[in-house]
């Protein structure tokens, strides 16, 4: 916050007024609902019975539970794998369709089409491409290699959702970058022009150092949103995780375990908790790196 | 300004194409299986992308089956209500989160951090149990509440206001204009590129929504277009055709609000457009 | 929960029959008023799940009908989707408002009973005069154990034959007109068409759950259904078999992960020989794949208990219905005879009325598939059994399901995952 220094120009009360109707909404109908999992996660309830209180009995039985570290593993490496390209190609995109060149604005919309694609349609798809006997293995055999089980393999069929991640997110952050984009003052690139450099050296130069505090929070709400990864494992690994249960992510166990009429909501809650817990905490670490990053 | 060579150009081209065929080759497909008719095998292996005899059939069978014009107007209700709150609720607080000096301000932004943070799973026993208990289950207005302000868009609109130069609003604060007329005349206007963003994912967000108004409608008059359409799923009888006639159906109306939105990304401080 | 003077007023006249009250709502949650023997009055609501698609002129027909018979009765129907349907239910019954019918199977039906939300239709009077209507397999089908009762009017039944592609069978050099009837012959010409195809064809789509289990004869749990037993020696034999079936090429390879659903759509597509499946599939078939239904052939699917297994539906009375009375004639209403041979000829599934398949319609085949494979399985229907313990939760489901995974995958020996398995699940039911 680069203007925090300035003299106050607005009566006490304003911020208030503006911050009442967000603020209000979120704590009522997601911190306010909160509450209930954090007191939940010390009990033993069900869906249908409430529960007593069981301390950290869940927690116990987590450091126990196999699927957890599984879990635990799986959402961790979604993170690192994903997140950089979640954070760099929809910008590269973004930077592709900016551009007011004949057809823009048909390629612009026919890129944010996946965003809005019906996940069924895509899991189906995605099926098909991959499947032993799919498109993907058609070319690589075309090119003498495979065919892989992309959809057998529990370590393929990770990267497999991975890659359907980065996939549907390219049209979704593209249009944040698009907006932020537009910020970026032109004079700089010609500037850069003129000084004779190139395409790479632009962007590093003027594009990044325009952009930052967007790809910042790109970061920042892609890392959180693969933590919290559900629906691309679900629908290509299926609803027990891929084979064995090797695939499961730590939402599809908080799904598993607490949801339907017989759900533990307790133990749920618990690892409802974690995630929330782990996501802060990422999320705090982006931010402070960017913080620290801006002071040298 | 910068000039663009041909090659560069074909460049370009290329690589948009090549994006192209992977994002839409689903939505086309789509599209495809929708116009087959009966007697056409659907499941055949490698799918098949033309439909051999096509036909409308399935839209009016999808129409036939449930009040999809119905559906969709209770859809489009929610769906322009939530842009409306958003719009408004996310600009205000994004406003006063970035450009706003205030004790408080640290613990404010981090509820909104909280809120993105919250697994929707674990919450909606609660958050349906809290409309039983307002008597506003069962209601259109019940499915709008819980994302009228979506945190997400109130951090997109802080760092959009926390990008402005400070310079844009200081002539207006020494002619004496109070915080309210400059955010509405000068701070509203310069991020409009990103009000249109929060438009479309408020938009596609409550027009996607699926299993928080399953749980909040009970009478089928009510229901919102992505339930309704989930009938199409037979429960003997499956017809792959009538689903993707459906998702047709629903998606549609995201592109177009999309096509017409797009050029808004597009503009920024002081300028109309970009010009490339 | 206050009871409307609606409700009261409509109690008054009927007084003397107040004494059923205290037969009512098992669990001692009675917490809804309505006098379940009194004349059926009031605004009920009626819940099925995903019906409305196909058979929407039909309920509104019932309904219509219901309320003609019973003026000051109103019924309101509600149909849910497909997708989430239990959540749907836990909502409504976390937060106390489960529509007075409701459409279940017996395993929504059994934690809904523990919780008192569902009347036992065995003890209360109004509601138990029905059984005799009923076929004693399908009344018992709905028995909770440890409930002491049934808590929903059977409703229709489904069971269904082996498909196979006759197709697929004819490259591997199998006689398409000689199907495997035992397991034996099952896994044989499984090996068979994978040895042939050189692997590239498999068999099965799926790998065994625990309804495959109980008709290969492995006792699934002990007789108060408290502990999981499917780790005896009878459910090792068959895993070992699917093992050597996967080792040789025989299952598909995303047979670890596909589910039912996928697994059908793998036999549309002609990429899996064999499927279970049911009557009124026949239709999907012609509809979406005509190249597979020219080459469809249709066997008995192998059990090695002389019973078959099928899946039941019914139709709960909350306990906390305001218009009990109301919501039970209703339920009969919809279960009764008529209604259900009605419903059942529109789709391919059966009724569990006593003596409806004794009707020729069930035991006449009119040289049709439909006919052929209709009659077929309403004759196995006489002393099928729903194999799935009610007790068995989605997440038992999955503990199987990954554990016999390890087993294929050679990470664990047939025995060894079993027990993991049993373990898993029988620590779970004690936790329920």
Redesign the interface.
Known sequence: ????E?V?????V???L??L???A???????Y??L??LHKAFT?A????PGGWVGLRNFRDMAQDEQFWIALRNSSLYVVLVVPFTVLLPLL?AL??????PG??F????????????S???AL??G?ML?????VNGILRALGAGPF?F??DEWL?LFSAMALTV?KG??YYM??Y??????VP?EL??AA?VDGAGALRRFTAVTVPGVR??MV?VGA?SS?AAF?V?SEVFLL?????????QDTTL?ML???????????VGY??AL?LV??AV??LL?LLVLRADRTRRRT | MSRTTPWEKAVRYVLLLAVLALTVGPFLWQLSTSFKSTTEDVYTSPPRFLPARPTAHNYAAVADIIPVWDYALNSLKVAVASVLTNLAGASAAGYALARLRFRGRRAAGLAFVAAVLVPLESIVVAQFTMMRDLELNNTLVAVVLPGAVGALNVLLMRNAFANLPYEIEEAAVIDGANVWQRFVRIALPSVRGTLAVVAVFSFMGAWDDFLWPLIVLSDPDRFTLTVGLNHLHGTFQQDPRLVAAGTVVAVAPLVVMFACLQRYFFRGVGEGAVKG | MPIPRRAVAATVPLLVSALTLTACGSGGTDSGGGDAGGKPEGDITFQTWNLRSNFKDYFTGLVAEFEKANPGARVKWLDQPADNYADKLSADAAAGTLPDVVNVSPDLSYPLAKAGLLMNLDKEPAAAKFKGEYTPEAWQGNVLPGLDGSYSFPWYLNTGPLFYNKALFRQAGLDPEKPPKSYGELFAAARTIAERSGGRIATLGGTPAVEDFGRYGVRLMNDDATRFTYNEPKGVELLTEYKKLYDAGGLDPQSLTNTPDKTGQKFLEQKVAMNPGSAHDLETFKKNAPGLYRELGITDAPNNTGKPNMYVMGLGVSSRSKHKAAAIAFARFVTDRKNQEAFTHKVAVFPSTKGSLDDPYWTRDDGTDEGRVRVASAKMLKGAVNYTPVVLSEEMKTALKNEVAKALQGKKTPKQALDDAVAQSNKLLKQG
């Open positions: 916050m680069r203007h925090v300035h106050r120009t607005h009566r006490a304003s911020p208030w503006f911050l109707p967000g603020l909404t979120v704590t009522a109908f997601s911190l609902p909160f209930t999992t033993d069900r869906t249908l019975t995109l592709l369709v900016q551009k007011r060149i823009v604005a390629f612009r919309s026919a890129f944010y089409t996946p965003v809005v694609a019906s069924v349609v895509v798809i995605w098909w499947d032993d006997r799919g498109l089980a959809l057998g069929l996939w390219l049209g249009i944040i698009l907006a932020a984009l537009a910020h032109r690139y010609e022009a505090s967007t929070l709400l959180v919290k559900f690994a299926g609803p027990t995780g891929g084979p064995a249960g939402v908080v799904q598993r375990t607490g949801t339907g009429l017989n759900g533990r749920s809650s409802s995630v929330f996501a802060l999320m």
